[in-house]
């Protein structure tokens, strides 16, 4: 963004944002922004008086995540109450669930993570484990292909559902939220600042 017409241009796309889409520009969709770019975002936001630490939002998805930025954010998410139950005695740590149904014409294929306690990991991926096996064999050639592939992602993770340390789930969900995380306040850590869909 060499020229100041482009400035002008991107600060102006921004200041058009409805909060929601600013939050949403700064905490899913900032890596790749210029410097120029997230210097506009950095005063639109203290304009707006939202939440600074939004502006750090976006500094975060610009640089390289080390191995001790992810754990003190697995850290912090396995210490919060389970997003799915709400209890708060155990440790939550991360699972993966693969879910393929076939229908008449196509076979669908969903991979997910999940953050949670033992039991909604459990949950989620026997629930997956289930539909697959029941629904995702009809599909030719594609349920053929895709529910034996399920069937291995869930019973592998299944594995790592008590692991004493971050599994490897986690911490892919922590990098891939880590956008949205940046901005949370860690001692009012919400989980409806995540989008767990
Ligand atoms: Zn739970």
Redesign the pocket.
């Known amino acids: 963004m060499k020229s100041g017409i482009e400035t002008t241009m991107v600060a102006e796309r921004y200041a058009r944002m409805s909060n929601e889409e600013l939050i949403g520009q700064v905490t899913l969709n900032a890596a790749g922004m210029t410097p120029e770019a997230i210097e506009i975002a950095r005063k639109e936001i203290v304009a707006r008086g939202l939440n600074p630490r939004l502006a750090e939002a976006v500094a975060v998805q610009n640089r390289e995540w080390t191995e001790d930025d992810i754990a003190a954010y697995c850290d912090l998410i396995s210490k919060q109450s389970?997003p799915?139950?709400?209890?708060n005695d155990s440790r939550l740590n991360g699972t993966e669930s693969a879910e393929t149904m076939s229908f008449l014409l196509f076979t669908s294929f969903k991979r997910k993570l999940v953050v949670?306690?033992k039991?909604?990991l459990n949950k989620a991926v026997f629930g997956a484990l289930g539909k697959s096996f029941v629904l995702g064999w009809w599909g030719i050639p594609w349920g053929l292909l895709r529910t034996p592939q399920s069937i291995f992602i869930n019973l592998n993770n299944l594995r790592f559902h008590s692991s004493k340390t971050h599994n490897e789930c986690l911490q892919r969900f922590v990098t891939a939220h880590r956008g949205e995380l940046a901005a949370i306040d860690e001692d009012a850590f919400d989980w409806d600042v995540l989008d767990l869909s």
């Open positions: 389970c799915h139950c709400g209890k949670g306690c039991s909604c």
